[in-house]
């Protein structure tokens, strides 16, 4: 391993390792409902993240999620929203994870939410709680993790460097599509894209902030033209010129620091969180471990499958468990089982390869997977996030 990877490597270990690294998920679950077509009769397995789109697609009644996370900071943050819903009202749920901040929150925490945590959970929040009290510098939870430091520094450069909060607002609050671009275009694209900000964009321990392990990097480096950099410039200024921005909860709460009640995740909304208290919550089951190792754990078939990007992480140095566990996931595959991942690189040239063995005949993964390619590209284009540079939806087919 070169010198440069090592110490980009390092640098994305030690972040991962010891920092609770997604306070949201990044992944628009609006495109993969679509995908998914998720009924009753259906068992997903997915990565954890923030936890965000686990409730997503609770809220549609599957029969059992597993929300699978190797940093166990992140299912302790699924789980702390899965104790909300359980025990808190809507006011307070909303108050601390659609607004960022509760001057209660350590009473919530200790009378209601506390009790219905995990041992390990439970001794994360008892150092961590504080992050929704409101309180310092950094007033809301979306300012904390990795990426809400990232977050944070954004709002700062908005707030005190550039001085632009004031075209910020007006973009939040622009109604039109055609008004999005002009202020994006004549107030924003100049400040936010000088060379320093480019410089910044391009550097290993930010894109380690947002997640961004250098095998995903490089994926996107021979792909894209202009490389990294000029991939974030230019899926920002999609977002920002060629998407309606007023349901883009994404990009808004890292713009200000929280959600607003229309503008929010599903399982924020008042008759979801109804629905999730209701029961739905209980079908959703966190594993700390890699997925992998969740795979070779049981023998219950999964027929859905959310991979987000994972894989990219595993592209360079860890093919053999890529190879394990594409054939595990054969093994826990049901008859009907679709499988959703998403990749930096404008297309994946590592998946298809892979040896598969199914019902005593091997072949390459690529004659096993049937691509909806259409669908696929269709919905990538709708992308709320737009920072993938590409999207897959394949079906698992028998021998």
Known sequence: MKLGDWISNFCFQWVHGHNLVYNTCWEDPRLDRQAL????????????????????YACLGPKKIY???????????????IAGIRTLEFDDFFAMFGDGA???????YRT???????????????????????????PSFYFFGASGVLAYGINVYINRIAKVRSAMEDFLNAKSLADQQKIYSNQLHEVFWTEFMKWVAGRDLTLSLMGVPRAQRQQVDKTYPGGIAKFIEDSIQAVFTKLPFQDNYFWRVYLTGSYSRECCPEYLKEENFAKLKGGLVDRVETYT???LRFLNSGDEKISR??????????????????RHQWQALSDRADEHTRILFRSGGLTVDYVDPIPVRREGVTRP??????????????LHE????????SFYIADLNAA
């Open 289 to 291: 471990g890699s997925v």
């Open 112 to 138: 209601a939410l506390r009790p219905e945590l995990g041992p390990r959970s439970r001794r994360y929040w008892d150092r961590h709680i504080g992050v929704f009290a409101g309180r310092g510098p950094r």
């Open 102 to 108: 509760a001057k209660n929150a350590d009473e919530l």
């Open 67 to 81: 929300a699978i996370d190797m940093n166990h900071r992140q299912n302790a943050l699924l789980e702390l929203k």
């Open 382 to 389: 709708q992308d709320r996030v737009h920072t993938y540079g």
């Open 37 to 56: 077509n998720l009924g009753p009769n259906d068992t997903l397995a997915m990565i954890t993240s923030a936890g965000c789109n686990a409730l997503d």
């Open 365 to 378: 993964l690529g004659e096993w997977l049937k691509y909806d390619r259409t669908l696929a590209s269709q």
């Open 305 to 322: 499958f959310v991979l987000l990007d994972h894989m990219d992480w595993l592209s360079t140095h860890r093919q053999p468990i890529l």
